[in-house]
């Protein structure tokens, strides 16, 4: 087991030189593009170029063992692999899913667009997945502990990148001070491999007029990391819009080939970076245009089968004893991905809920939900295991409860709006992974870079576009 002491201790910098490390940093972010949109200009989220502000980074690269980060590198294939097989067994997700169905609506509507998808016979020959899947090392059992794999919108593959290069960049300016070589911190290819895996798709789709559609949030303030994805893409192949659902929905139809046409042209690859949240669903033209591009023959990243492959309550199925044999024959791969399961429980295990009701603090229960800011901690625990008991149990359906980890506390300087503070952090490692298919043919299945998010330790919450946590990068030890 390698070392986990930090090679340098926060403690010892004093204002003055921290000060000038944060200026050289801000200068970077400014000069690089690491920049989101400011709550404080109504138009940043609309017009590019208006209102921005540095994005939320910690100042320094985060100490993590270089074994473990190993690791999470291995599995990130077997992952995209797991998800592809899951989303080709309709019985498992529709039966895996029928209680929590009853009880959350959101979850119910994709579903029945999966239904529907069936019912027509509606096959994805050609499968894009850009996944992250989301760990943390629990401090008490050394062990990489999955918190969720992400199948719809995994953001910061544009930023996980610059965040890398931000770090390098400062310990290349002032490493001997810091007692720190730039060389520790690993490269970060999230941005060109993810937009490499989009061109690879629209090639198998082969339609050289086709165009690549973002479907993105009408109001984005974190538009910048999805611009530096499509400008990398637009190097590659130059067809390239966004457009809200709604806009999907006002100018799209899909031809009787099944080719999507939205704004006159032709699409070949949908990539969401919205859709995960019942927010962007605020009307039924929403969902209508979810079910026009579903319904179409453009490769959907994800399609409704992928997105419901990366719910909690799939999750929480895959880790009970004998389920993943279900989906993969090597014993090896199998023993490797069961590794990294954290205890995952449905709310309708009364042993385990009678533990949580006594001991809530070491359990975090889960909804059905993406984007940070869902999941409920500590005495809430208890309350709501307790009202459930009393109401019944419909509503129990619709999350799950998962062991809580425990990471190391380390003290890191976090810097926002231009100014930095001290504070004891813990960290989240996120690992990008690409997978494309077409029919019996896998192209690529890869890991595809790296995002650290560091978040206050006192913080249950860990998102960073919801505004819980900072961006980050690792330093190998």
Known sequence: MESEKPMFQVENFDDEFVQKLVYDALVWCSLHGLVVGDKAYQKSGTVPGVGMTHAPIALLPTPFPESFFKQACEVAPLFNELVDCVSLDAKFIQDSLSRTKKADIFTSRLLDIHSKMLESNKKEDIRLGLHRSDYMLDEETKSLLQIEMNTISCSFPGFGRLVTELHQSLLRSHGDHLGLDSERVPKNTSTSQF????????????????????????????????????????????????????????????????????????????????????????????????????????????????????????????????????????????????????????????????????????????????????????????????????EGEEENAAYILMQRIFPKVSNVFLVREGVYHKDQAISELGIYGAYLRNKEKVIINEQSGYLMRTKVSSSDEGGVAAGFAVLDSIYLN
Request: hydrophobic share 40%.
């Open 195 to 390: 937009a490499d895996a989009m061109a690879k798709a629209w090639l198998e789709y082969n339609n050289p007029r086709a165009v690549v559609m973002v479907v993105v949030q009408p109001d984005e303030r974190n538009m910048y990391d999805q611009h530096w994805l499509s400008s990398v893409l637009r190097e590659k192949y130059p067809l390239f819009i966004m457009k809200s659902l709604a806009q999907v929905e006002k100018e799209g139809s899909v031809q009787e080939d099944g080719t999507l046409i939205v704004d006159g042209q032709a699409v070949s690859v949908v990539y969401y970076r919205s859709g995960y949240t019942p927010r962007d669903y605020p009307s039924e033209l929403e969902w209508d245009a979810r079910l026009l591009i579903e319904q179409s023959s453009a490769v959907k990243c994800p399609s409704i089968a992928y997105h419901l492959a990366g719910t909690k309550k799939i999750q929480q199925e895959l880790a009970k004893p004998g389920v993943l044999e279900r989906f993969m024959d090597n014993k090896d791969d199998v023993a490797k991905l069961r590794k990294c399961f954290a205890g995952l429980w449905s709310l309708d295990d009364p042993e385990i809920i009678k533990k949580a009701i006594e001991k809530p603090e070491l359990f975090v229960m889960k909804p059905q939900r993406e984007g940070g800011g869902n999941n409920i901690y500590g005495d809430d625990v208890r309350e709501n295991l307790l009202r459930f008991q009393k």
